[in-house]
């Protein structure tokens, strides 16, 4: 599995753009870039996942470095519901597929 | 409503009882999970289930034995715990543990503590 290295934590405004960075400089050619987060008290939630190219959805967009060895999950505008832990995966296309959680990156959210 | 319902959301349990953790989803997927989340400590993966078989064990103590009847429903049994058992378990499932694309959805866990 590569190895992804995130802040232990990161604090936004509310109402602000947050980008959650992540490394994973080991990763494989056809490894994709899942995002999950895990808001108090709940299971994780998965965010979005991406291979190489920026990929959009409702609650987030992911940017993908054009050398595969980091990416950044963009929340556009923080609220405080999005206060959670967030963890960057990569994970394997093909074959047994197993998560495997890092500590993630703690968000808070300041109204 | 995550689509994956945990019994109980907390539990506290003697080292020398037997109780049960059952998990459900309606989701229409074939596949099962169960995790394991100890405070400062990243998610462990304890089972997976495909379609009711165990594909995956992750040297797990067998006071830890889980069952899967059909492909949505999974119960976690457990026997002569240890205090350091005492973590949040959280059921999950996909649609295809074969992929990396099919998303993992979670439950919200049971609390479990071991006294």
């Known amino acids: 599995d590569a190895k992804t290295t995130q802040p232990n934590s990161m604090e936004s405004n509310e109402e602000e753009p947050v980008h959650l960075p992540c490394n994973h400089s080991?990763?494989?050619?056809?490894?994709?870039i899942h995002w999950y987060r895990q808001l108090p008290s709940q299971g994780p939630e998965y965010v979005i996942h991406g291979l190489t190219s920026n990929v959009n959805n409702r609650m987030a967009s992911l940017a993908i470095a054009e050398d595969r060895k980091s990416s950044t999950l963009i929340l556009h505008r923080a609220t405080l519901r999005d206060a959670a832990v967030y963890y960057c995966?990569?994970?394997?296309?093909?074959?047994?597929?197993?998560?495997?959680f890092g500590k993630g990156t703690k968000l808070s959210v300041i109204p | 409503e995550t689509g994956v319902t945990q019994t109980p959301r907390h539990l506290v349990m003697g080292m020398t009882n037997k109780k049960s953790l059952k998990c459900e989803q309606h989701?229409?997927?074939?596949?099962m999970y169960w995790y394991k989340q100890s405070a400062k400590k990243p998610l462990e993966l304890m089972f997976v289930?495909?379609?009711?078989?165990?594909?995956e064990n992750n040297s797990v103590p067998s006071r830890f034995s889980p069952e899967c009847p059909n492909s949505s429903h999974l119960f976690l049994h457990l026997h002569t715990l240890q205090p350091e058992d005492s973590a949040l378990y959280l059921c999950?499932?996909?649609?295809?543990?074969?992929?990396?694309?099919?998303?993992?959805?979670f439950g919200n866990g049971t609390r479990l503590t071991v006294t």
């Open positions: 999950a499932s996909s649609q295809d543990p074969w992929s990396g694309l099919t998303p993992l959805h």
């Open positions: 989701l229409g997927h074939n596949a």
């Open positions: 080991t990763i494989s050619g056809t490894d994709y």
């Open positions: 995966i990569p994970t394997s296309g093909a074959g047994s597929y197993q998560l495997t």
């Open positions: 289930y495909n379609f009711k078989e165990q594909t």
